[in-house]
């Protein structure tokens, strides 16, 4: 027998009817994870806001938040967005929580946030929010840096 598509199209949050997204399990307002344009995100990552945006994160935090809550220390490659952009938009190039974290940790993040958990690594250690938490922890006139 020859494997077939999934034809769960449902979210997966208990008692939701709603169409789930196309990165997870869940509809939108349960966490879920839509595409992005990826030429025109990536032309925002060539933009000068973000790579000064950059610079000054990596300058901050040098070194990778999620090492140093596990007691190591890594120099840090990415600068990461807490809340994902695909799941918020563009605006979360501007307003949004950013950590510094090695290739290693990044891409762990990245595969939690296709779960549809998103990971903050603070000095006070590991975090865990919800898309829905960005409002209440970044707010329209916050631009807060983690």
Not at 8 to 13: E, G, R, V, Y
Not at 20 to 37: A, I, P, V, W
Not at 99 to 127: D, M, P
């Amino acid at each position: 027998m020859m494997p077939s598509v999934p034809t769960n199209m449902k979210c997966n949050h208990l008692g939701c009817k709603g169409q789930r997204s196309k990165l997870n399990t869940f509809c939108m307002e349960h966490g879920g994870l839509q595409y992005m344009d990826t030429k025109e995100t990536a032309s925002v990552y060539q933009t000068a806001a973000w790579r000064t945006l950059r610079t000054v994160q990596l300058s901050r935090q040098p070194l990778c938040q999620a090492c140093l809550v596990d007691g190591l220390v890594e120099m840090a490659q990415h600068v990461d967005h807490v809340f994902p952009w695909r799941a918020i938009g563009k605006q979360a190039f501007a307003h949004n929580l950013f950590q510094s974290l090695c290739a290693a940790h990044h891409s762990y993040k990245t595969g939690q946030e296709k779960q549809g958990n998103i990971v903050h690594y603070s000095s006070t250690g590991r975090v865990e929010y919800t898309i829905h938490d960005y409002k209440r922890i970044v707010g329209a006139n916050n631009h807060a840096f983690a």
